[in-house]
């Protein structure tokens, strides 16, 4: 698993396709859906959480659709799959690869959200971290296993969003949710729930994608 998750990053780190896609989509996201609101109205603030998940989610999509493209692109994928190395492993390397590309948009996407809609830096830091971290672990895990199920297809790039967006449902509305809450002030523990339900679907997604995805690569 981590001679798949350092391969990846050494790839990223000569030709930073990936970071560059996610980080510059997300910006572009952000900027136009922060200029959809008057900076005087209440409903400004009322939708900055949305407004992040929606830059956030747009710039996962992009840059799953390129965590195996580049595999079969260099026709690596199959050399892949014949590594003596469990198929679950794989979808753990590259679920973990593609936790660590986010992660990294998100260190230039949040504070850029935080300038827009003129928040507090360091409460609003510490609030969506939590939030953030468990948000980008499950849309990380649906993701790949999506990726790799409309990676044989003519219309991957649609494909994509159409397979996963619906099941990523739930994970999106309780991570808007609690970033709501937690940003108009309230404590961690009154979105708990919010966060058991974000937890639960990390691990549902998780699991499903390790004992699947041996099939899902095989088709």
Request: hydrophobic share 60%; with cysteine; charged share 15%.
């Amino acid at each position: 698993m981590i001679a798949i998750l350092w391969k990846d990053l050494r790839i990223e780190l000569r030709t930073r396709e990936t970071l560059s896609s996610l980080l510059l989509l997300g910006l572009l996201t952000l900027l136009i859906l922060s200029f959809a609101f008057d900076p005087a109205s209440e409903l400004r603030q009322a939708a900055a959480p949305g407004v992040l998940w929606v830059a956030v989610i747009f710039a996962s999509v992009l840059g799953m659709n390129r965590s195996l493209l580049h595999e079969r692109e260099q026709d690596c994928l199959h050399g892949l799959l014949l590594a003596p190395v469990d198929r679950g492993t794989i979808y753990l390397a590259k679920t973990t690869g593609n936790f660590v590309f986010m992660a990294a948009a998100q260190v230039f996407v949040v504070p850029a959200f935080i300038i827009f809609f003129n928040l507090p830096v360091g409460e609003t830091l510490v609030r969506l971290l939590p939030i953030l971290a468990l948000g980008l672990i499950g849309l990380a895990a649906i993701g790949t296993l999506f990726a790799a199920v409309s990676l044989r297809t003519r219309a991957r790039e649609v494909m994509l969003p159409l397979l996963m967006l619906p099941l990523a449902t739930p994970l999106v509305i309780a991570s808007v949710e609690a970033s709501a809450a937690l940003l108009a002030g309230q404590p961690l523990a009154a979105v708990g729930h919010w966060l058991n339900l974000i937890g639960a679907f990390d691990v549902v997604f998780l699991v499903v994608g390790w004992l699947t995805f041996e099939y899902v690569v095989e088709e």
